[in-house]
């Protein structure tokens, strides 16, 4: 017995054995397969290299390369053919290395490529790290450009991110090393990079962003000039001061990292306030700056960068009109002045675009761009005052209140809110056309109590009013801020029969070969405004201009406008349209300072017809409305409704229900025309506009019952 499990042990462990013996010949087999796997391929990319390397060495010189200047030719035109701005006017002054400061060339260097002097204008090891880096990212977050393929890429090449201009960027860099030398390629980068704000080169750069020469720079800004190249427009301190700085202080870091500087020298360089320039250079032809830069950025939103811009030849064509844009320029300048509006902080801002089709027309930010490049049509947000009284009508047309209801004009308190009239001069019971012609608050704050405050802040959102509304009856004399840009766009409702589009700026982009790259498509609309609430809108706001706060901006032609004025005069709008443009102007100042006097019916009309005055110099036409009649309230007021007679308005303090805020049947039966109507009105031609009071006004009640949503043309999922 013992025999046989002695047999039986000693052919187990023998199994045992074998499979061992097994699994090790198999592992050997494995790593003797991945070492020769790692060697091959070593040995392949080596022989690539070495290929590479020779190839690279065997490239002739560059001929003529001292003697390279930039040569940009990227254009804006005007949609009649005029250069708006040319990329060619560009600042540039050529320097020696021996006059660039020490600390500025080390602070590139330490930013941009560190091994500078030790490569052959190409590092492939930062080139393999940097991939692994973006696979492992899986987006680009790490370059390894050297600056020599920087300036190979900025003399020669495109800025397309492709394998095959990456290749180029290479082989131009090995010819560069082998034309000049480290310090004169250094000294050509120093010279030709581009560093935002017009600027070509460190020198170029020291006047823009200091009124400086080179020696005179501060060690934290050269180093503010040094971290501009990764981002020109993104760093460019007059855009974004804040990011200007902490990238700033980033360049300080790489500096002490590489001990170019002290701990002393860095902390007192990080502390350090940025002191621009007050009045930068004009650095480019450039007739609509502010437009341009909108421009700018529209193509940044189609795929281009904004070096490419710059430097890839581009002819881009826009929808600018560059008449009337001139126009613009010169009336702001020429109306505040008359007004005594001189100091830098009051500013002015016009947004006009075709309702139809969405092509911008005139733009302008500011009243001097060399003074202050903030664009007050995108970014400003200023309260409207009784400019946004139309959207409260609307709202209310919407509801099936008509032009010829009544509203009754006099004082009115709403919980702990009595906003009162201009000059408190108050009419009695008056059309609601009337209302708005001459502006009356005490009405405006009627006719929101009747609709409700959701009615109106839902169609200002459909509108494209995305900026905050208070759930206050204030907002019916204007009191939250808005955006020029969507304030304009708001009313283009009105003008084109309750259809919303979206304004654009570029109509095609041209290669420097004439290749279209891009080309405008149609563009978007939606409908968000019923036709006959479009209709009655324009034949009352006809009348703020033939007769009521408006008649400043008459142009003898078709048109709808409505002033606006907040308190203590610190802003002041006029709005108004044709059937083919809408263009909106605000004045205003940037510190938020009254203006005294200062109404929309002054500087901001004046303004609005001069430039409307070119827009529709070949046109006469009226719009293709239904025609609406105003009724003579001087005939008697008959059964026509009364708003404001009933102590618990409609639609604040009750229940609606969907039945009762069914849209209202289109009346076809109105066949007076408006010019008539309009002309019943002229013995209030001297009527100035009413100032709101927005002192803190309540808000009706919230409950869980639902309320009827307003009967407009939305699309479901915002009703």
């Known amino acids: 017995m013992s025999n046989s499990y002695e047999r039986y042990k000693r052919q187990r462990a023998e199994r045992g054995l074998s499979r061992e013996i097994n699994t090790k010949k198999q592992e050997n087999r494995f790593f003797t397969n991945l070492k020769m796997f790692v060697l091959t391929s070593t040995a392949l990319l080596l022989a690539g290299f070495t290929a590479f390397n020779l190839y690279l060495s065997s490239l002739p010189p560059i001929e003529n390369l001292e003697d390279f200047k930039p040569n940009i030719v990227t254009k804006f035109y005007s949609e009649d053919g005029e250069v708006i701005k040319t990329f060619t006017a560009y600042t540039y002054d050529r320097v020696e290395l021996s006059d660039v400061p020490e600390e500025l060339q080390k602070a590139l260097i330490a930013t941009e ?11 492939i090891f930062g080139i393999i790290r940097s991939s692994i880096q973006n696979v492992i990212a899986r987006q680009a977050v790490q370059g390894a450009s050297t600056l020599t393929q920087q300036l190979a890429r900025i003399l020669f090449l495109s800025n397309e991110r492709t394998l095959t201009r990456k290749i180029k960027e290479i082989e131009v860099a090995a010819r560069i090393e082998k034309t000049i030398s480290k310090d004169k390629i250094l000294e050509m ?3 030709n990079v581009y560093l935002g704000a017009g600027a070509y080169g460190v020198s170029a750069a020291s006047k823009i962003y200091f009124n400086k020469k080179l020696n005179q720079l501060t060690l934290p800004e050269q180093a503010l000039i040094a971290g501009l190249p990764q981002a020109p427009s993104v760093y460019n301190p007059y855009n974004n001061k804040d990011l200007a700085i902490k990238r700033r202080n980033q360049v300080l870091k790489r500096m002490l990292t590489m001990r170019y500087i002290t701990e002393d020298e860095y902390e007192r360089a990080v502390k350090a306030d940025v002191r621009l320039s007050s009045i930068p250079q004009i650095y480019t032809t450039n007739k609509a700056p502010y437009f341009s830069d909108y421009v700018v950025k529209e193509m940044q939103k189609l795929g281009f960068d904004e070096t490419d811009i710059i430097h890839g030849g581009y002819k881009v064509i826009t929808t600018l009109n560059s008449k009337a844009q001139d126009v613009a320029n010169e009336s702001i300048l020429r109306n505040m002045r008359s007004w005594g509006l001189t100091n830098k902080s009051q500013q ?6 075709n309702p139809l089709d969405g092509r911008i027309l005139v733009y302008a930010g500011g009243k001097n761009y060399g003074e202050s490049q903030y664009d007050r049509v995108t970014q400003a947000i200023r309260p409207p005052g009784s400019a946004f009284k139309p959207i409260v009508y609307a709202a209310a047309m919407e509801k099936g209140i008509t032009p010829n209801d009544l509203v009754d004009d006099s004082p009115v308190t709403i919980g702990n809110w009595s906003p009162h009239n201009y000059s408190h001069k108050y009419r009695g019971k008056i059309p609601v056309f009337k209302a708005l012609m001459v502006s009356s608050n005490v009405c405006a704050a009627r006719i929101i109590q009747e609709v409700g405050i959701r009615s109106v802040i839902q169609l200002a959102r459909v509108l494209g009013i995305t900026t905050p509304l208070e759930y206050d ?11 020029l840009f969507e304030f304009v766009r708001a009313y283009g409702a009105f003008a084109n029969g309750g259809y919303i589009v979206q304004p654009y700026a570029i109509e095609r982009i041209e290669d420097s070969r004439g290749r279209v790259l891009y080309r405008a498509g149609k563009t978007k609309s939606s409908h968000q405004l019923s036709l006959k609430t479009a209709a009655e809108m324009t034949a009352m706001m006809k009348t703020v201009i033939l007769s009521g706060t408006g008649t400043a901006a008459n142009i003898g032609k078709p ?15 006029f709005v108004g349209y044709t059937p083919d443009a809408v263009t909106g102007v605000w004045v205003g100042d940037d510190n938020n300072k009254q203006m005294k006097g200062l109404t929309g019916g002054t500087v901001p009309a004046r303004i609005w017809k001069d430039i409307m ?4 110099q070949n046109t006469n036409r009226d719009f293709d409305y239904p025609e609406v009649e105003l009724t003579n309230y001087h005939m008697g007021f008959g059964n026509a409704k009364v708003i404001g007679d009933d102590e618990n308005p409609s639609n604040e303090g009750k229940e609606v229900t969907v039945e009762e805020a069914k849209p209202v049947v289109e009346d076809q039966n109105k066949t007076e025309d408006s010019k008539q109507a309009a002309q019943q009105t002229k013995e209030t031609s001297s009527v100035q506009e009413t100032k709101p009071a927005s002192t803190n006004a309540p808000v009706p009640k919230s409950n869980n019952k639902i309320t009827a949503p307003i009967p407009m043309a939305v699309p479901e999922s915002l009703r």
């Open 189 to 191: 980068y120093l010279n």
């Open 113 to 123: 490529d560190k091994n500078f002097y030790r490569h052959g204008g190409y590092d």
């Open 613 to 616: 005055v070119v827009i529709t």
């Open 559 to 573: 048109a709808a406008g409505k002033t606006g004025t907040t308190d203590d005069y610190k802003d002041a709008y």
């Open 473 to 483: 009856y204030t907002i019916s004399l204007g009191s939250n801020g808005v955006k």
């Open 348 to 353: 002015a801002a016009v947004f006009t675009f």
